[in-house]
């Protein structure tokens, strides 16, 4: 099997826009955001709930703008190889892959399985 793309690790830092309740300060609202502190709204209710959050009030209940935090996220990319049979792509994240084209077996490294007599 011909690799086409090494495996390999990515590295991204995700942030994210923090209210509390004012009466219970480890529950709350948390936002996607860019890292210049902008939110990233998914939804139309996400960004009818970010306004309220905003505007201090949940419901009748007082929140608390918390700010902008971030946090590291490690993103594993596997090996992707050629396979020798079909020339299909096999995604080679696990011990055992099968082509999802034709059914050939490769481990982890793409060398290809042999069949065994038990
Ligand atoms: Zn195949």
């Keep these: 099997m011909k690799l086409i793309k090494r495996s390999r690790v990515r590295r ?3 942030y994210y826009h ?4 004012a009466t ?5 609202f948390s936002f996607d955001a860019r890292s210049d502190g902008r939110p990233v709204l998914h ?13 201090g009030s949940v419901d009748g209940r007082e929140v608390v ?4 935090s971030s946090y590291e ?10 396979c020798d049979d079909c020339g ?3 995604r080679l994240d696990r011990w055992t892959n099968i ?9 982890e490294r793409g060398d290809a399985l042999q069949e065994r007599v038990i």
Excluded: K
């Design 43 to 55: 939804s139309r209710e996400a960004a009818a709930l970010y306004r309220r959050c905003v505007s």
């Design 24 to 28: 219970d300060p480890l529950r709350g």
């Design 99 to 107: 082509c999802p084209r034709c059914g050939a077996g490769y481990d």
């Design 18 to 21: 923090r209210f509390s309740f």
């Design 65 to 68: 703008d918390q700010g902008v």
């Design 88 to 90: 299909g792509p096999v």
């Design 73 to 82: 996220l490690e993103i594993h990319e596997p090996a992707v190889g050629r």
């Design 12 to 14: 991204r830092t995700q």
